[in-house]
């Protein structure tokens, strides 16, 4: 098929609205079409932001399905043609084809607004990859490998500052006045101008206080906010009926941002659930006590190879990898 020889590295939003192989995927998907557009995502990042808004905009406007059948189109234009030669010519009265030019295009702009007003932005990170972004506000938010972010598309108008996270990220909220909220599944953690890391995987939930003030609550429940001041964290599993407040050491919390583990008297095992959630790789231990091994110091996370280099100097051990799983054995 033409598009797999296709360049995607210059395509402009207009050049997705109007391909057709691309319009099909959004109106009828396939297992062929879904694979293809899916992979592209993955393997172009820089693209994925324009492809998802492009999907919304087809669906918005519900734009037809591009068809080259040409003797089909043949057939149907000399319909059309057969009709209007039996048809009366009637000519519309100019202020009907006013109204009518007027409707139409409060279609089109009532279309267009509740497109606008119920669609979300929605960024993502693959594995390994870590991106800063601002937000409409001119907020700072770094957002970490194998995670997604999303916030309303009407914010510059309305002003309504609500983001939801999957994965980990961490917000440099910039004050004005007003609420900044953060959703990691039901939890919210309400800003008052303030620098904080969100982490939210497998149920998990924690936030890590740099500076400023946070009120956290969960699943709208009444009376029981929890207030965290600087240098405390606060975690929680999906089902309890409470969260866990803490001391925290920001430093290590926040290092990730500044591509390095800081670790102090870290066990291998909470390594190992970096490599997984961040890089997408399974962890196969040939001796079980290796993950209770502890380990201190600063490791360099720019790339991965670097860690796993890092990895088997420090503990002794030999790693091998498999594709996307990585075997530790002791020496």
Request: neutral net charge; contains cysteine; proline residues 3%.
């Amino acid at each position: 098929m033409d598009v797999m020889n296709k360049d995607f590295n210059d395509y402009l939003m207009e050049d997705f609205l109007a391909d057709e192989y691309f319009i099909r995927w959004v109106k009828f998907p396939d297992a062929a079409t879904d694979k293809f557009w899916r992979q592209l995502a993955v393997t172009m990042p820089a693209k994925a932001q324009l492809m998802q808004e492009a999907r919304e905009i087809i669906y918005a406007l519900a734009l037809p399905v591009i068809n080259n059948n040409e003797p089909g189109k043949e057939k149907v234009w000399q319909s059309v043609l057969t009709g209007i030669e039996q048809m009366p010519v009637r000519r519309m009265p100019r202020y009907r084809r006013f109204w009518l030019a007027a409707a139409s295009i409060l279609l089109l702009l009532s279309l267009g607004a509740t497109w606008y007003f119920s669609s979300t932005v929605t960024m993502r990170t693959g594995y390994g990859q870590i991106r800063r972004i601002e937000l409409p506000d001119h907020s700072i938010l770094i957002l970490n490998a194998h995670s997604s972010v999303s916030y309303a598309r009407s914010w510059p108008l309305t002003g309504k500052r609500e983001v939801c996270v999957e994965g980990e990220a961490f917000f440099d909220v910039r004050h004005l006045g007003d609420t900044f909220r953060v959703w990691a599944a039901d939890v919210s953690v309400t800003v008052l101008g303030t620098a904080f890391n969100v982490r939210h995987r497998h149920q998990h939930t924690a936030v890590v206080l740099q500076r400023g003030r946070v009120r956290i609550d969960v699943g709208g429940r009444q009376g029981l906010s929890t207030y965290l001041q600087p240098g405390e964290e606060w975690s929680f599993e999906s089902g309890s009926h409470s969260g866990i407040r803490r001391t925290a050491d920001t430093a290590a919390a926040m290092a990730w941002t500044r591509h390095e583990l800081l670790l102090n008297a870290t066990r291998v095992k909470e390594i190992i659930r970096i490599l997984e959630e961040n890089y997408g790789y399974t962890v196969v231990l040939e001796d079980s006590t290796i993950a209770e091994r502890e380990i201190k110091g600063r490791i360099p996370m720019q790339q991965d190879r670097d860690l796993l280099f890092v990895l088997s100097r420090v503990l002794d051990i030999d790693i091998k990898q498999n594709r996307d799983t990585l075997f530790f054995t002791a020496r």
